[in-house]
Antibody, heavy 125, light 107 residues
Framework: QVQLQESGPGLVKPSGTLSLTCDVS?????????WGWVRQPPGKGLEWIAE???????KYNPSLKSRVTVSMDMSRNQFSLTVNSVTAADTAVYYC??????????????????WGQGLLVTVSS | DIQMTQSPSSVSASVGDRVTITCRAS??????LVWFQQKPGKAPKSLIY???SLQSGVPSKFSGSGSGTDFTLTISSLQPEDFATYYC?????????FGGGTKVEIK
């Protein structure tokens, strides 16, 4: 059973860099899948940030693209998120998640089925 | 970007009630829609994918329908554990986008 776990600092200073890692167990990130990040400001809705494929292809939300980078480390079976120049608006619970595969001529399983528990990151001085 | 609009934003209901939540996409997304349930302090949990397919392990009181731009999630008989916030999300194209959420509260 695949499990995901976010880690990183819970407090980041304004204008600094937010760096999070998602450790994956029970499944190899080198298998065909997309591995993504979603965030949720306190009391608000969900926002897709970015994702990376098993082969290293990346996709970014245009609203954040200039400040965000996703990467993966297959040797450690983990993937990471970096957000630069953070402000209070980046305060949120950050989730990592895995999307299912395409197959059989469609991508109906290509949704976020597995999620980490989430990590609250606060941007404050 | 494809905008996802959910309605209502909140609903008060009693145990045993039938509840229907609507999600509208700003352009056609075929069947590429997933419904999530989220409880306070927890990660979202998928309930329905491909608009109408029930996630394994999810009770059959949850059902989804629709295609193109208009979708619904129905809870046939609301139970105490169903009080939560529900989100729709399209995965037809980038950027992936979520609806604003529907909070189901106890009447």
């Amino acid at each position: 059973q695949v499990q995901l776990q976010e880690s990183g600092p819970g407090l980041v200073k304004p204008s600094g860099t937010l760096s999070l890692t998602c450790d994956v167990s029970g499944y190899s990130i080198s298998i065909i899948n997309w591995w993504g990040w979603v965030r949720q400001p306190p009391g608000k809705g969900l926002e897709w940030i970015a994702e990376i494929s098993h082969s290293g292809d990346t996709k970014y939300n245009p609203s954040l693209k200039s400040r965000v980078t996703v990467s993966m480390d297959m040797s450690r079976n983990q993937f990471s998120l970096t957000v630069n120049s953070v402000t209070a608006a980046d305060t949120a619970v950050y989730y990592c998640a895995r999307r299912g595969n395409c197959g059989g001529g469609n991508c109906y399983l290509n949704y976020f089925e597995h999620w980490g528990q989430g990590l609250l990151v606060t941007v404050s001085s | 970007d494809i905008q996802m609009t959910q309605s209502p934003s909140s609903v008060s209901a009693s145990v045993g009630d039938r509840v229907t939540i609507t999600c509208r996409a700003s352009q056609g997304i075929g069947y590429y829609l997933v419904w999530f349930q989220q409880k306070p302090g927890k990660a979202p949990k998928s309930l329905i994918y491909a608009a109408s397919s029930l996630q394994s392990g999810v009770p059959s009181k949850f059902s989804g329908s629709g295609s193109g731009t208009d979708f619904t999630l129905t809870i046939s008989s609301l139970q105490p554990e169903d009080f939560a916030t529900y989100y729709c999300q399209q995965y037809q194209s980038y950027p992936l986008t979520f609806g604003g959420g529907t909070k189901v509260e106890i009447k």
